[in-house]
């Protein structure tokens, strides 16, 4: 008999457990112990895929295909990550579609990379959101949210408003990561810059080679910054530093893939540092010659990312008090919320973009 949805959702819950360290053979010795049927190659599989996707509950194979698809970018793990600002910004949602064509004004209630949510004070605002034709219409189409302190506007969605006597709250979801940490008046951690090549594994590879490495970059960098911006929490210097967003200079595609890259220094750092050491270690794992199978592949990939994560934290402590004016700042342990990341989304992906079979990456920051 298959296994059915409870025996996955039960395997799924003792994996995410054990560390992510069970082979497949010891997953299902503990299911059946627990009279749960095994699991199946094809979803012990799509246990690894909800891992890089860093999900944390069981979402069936189908139905992490269809949010995949939707939108494989941009999927609710990866909005998840992102920190999330409680400043007080002024914002305007521009509307123009089925609600017709206008404005809203209001400010921030919360912010960050993936979404805002915007209080609205002003009356005729605020009547026009108490309609529920008008939110079903709104919600039906995209807007565009600006800040008077950014030059740039911000494509978005409508997800919730509501609506309590005479202010109203709308949370929008942007259409893409927004570069949020301008607004917050945070001061921004000196930006570095990163050259990447990518060598296709043939000569004229399937177009799905190259896209492939181009998403687990994005993955790798992005989620480097939001650790990075973790590590500041950690040290008591979030609400006053960031880490610039990730921005593309240049990108040339003829036969290999070479691009230049700008964001928050450390972040680049700690991608840089994880990557030749983890392609490394995969290399030993594939060969043999890393004692300890999986569990001594986990263990020694956990050891390359607490070093990185000293020496990058470190580095950046250094810049932070020299503007504080201080001798020397704590490093602290990197074993809140910037760890989880780190095991749920951030080392996966530069497993993903470094696997040699599906062609060779370079890293090379730029001093």
Not at 74 to 100: K, M, Q
Not at 308 to 324: D, F, H, P, R
Request: glycine share 8%; net charge neutral; hydrophobic share 40%.
């Amino acid at each position: 008999m298959a296994a059915r949805f409870d025996d996955a959702k039960a395997g799924w819950q003792i994996w995410r457990q054990s560390g992510f360290t069970l082979a497949r053979d010891e997953l299902n010795a503990r299911l059946e112990a627990l009279g749960h049927m095994p699991v199946s190659a094809r979803t012990f599989a799509h246990y690894e895929k909800l891992r890089r996707y860093g999900y944390e509950r069981y979402v069936p194979i189908n139905q992490l295909d269809v949010k995949s698809l939707k939108d494989p970018l941009w999927d609710e793990a990866v909005r998840g990550r992102y920190p999330v600002y409680s400043d007080t910004v002024g914002a305007v949602i521009t509307f123009r579609g089925p609600a017709g064509e206008g404005l809203l004004r209001g400010t921030t209630v919360e912010l960050s990379p993936a979404y805002a949510s915007i209080r609205v004070n002003e009356p005729e605002h605020v009547q026009r959101l108490a309609r529920p034709s008008f939110v079903r219409k709104l919600r039906s189409g995209r807007v565009v949210v600006s800040f008077p302190l950014a030059e740039d506007e911000f494509p978005a969605v409508v997800e919730k408003v509501a609506v309590q006597r005479d202010v109203a709250e709308v949370v929008l979801r942007f259409a893409s990561p927004a570069p949020v940490e301008t607004l917050t008046g945070r001061t921004l951690v000196p930006p570095g810059t990163l050259r990447v090549l990518i060598e296709p594994s043939a000569p004229a590879p399937l177009l799905s080679e190259p896209v492939r490495k181009l998403y687990w970059l994005f993955q790798a960098v992005d989620t480097g910054k939001v650790v990075c911006d973790e590590f500041l929490y950690e040290s008591g210097f979030g609400e006053k530093y960031a880490l610039s967003p990730v921005r593309l200079h240049t990108m040339r595609m003829e036969g290999n893939i070479e691009l230049t890259l700008e964001a928050g220094r450390p972040a680049l750092l700690l991608v840089t540092a994880l990557g030749e050491t983890l392609r490394e270690l995969q290399e030993e794992r594939g060969t043999g010659r890393l004692p300890g199978g999986r569990r001594g592949y986990l263990r020694r990939r956990d050891e390359v990312f607490s070093d990185a994560a000293s020496a990058v934290k470190g580095e950046m402590l250094t810049w932070i008090a020299e503007q504080e004016k201080q001798a020397r700042l704590p490093l602290g342990e990197p074993l809140g919320r910037s760890g989880e990341l780190a095991e749920s989304q951030l080392l996966p992906a530069i497993e993903e973009l470094m696997d040699i079979a599906s062609g060779k990456v370079t890293l090379t920051l730029v001093d």
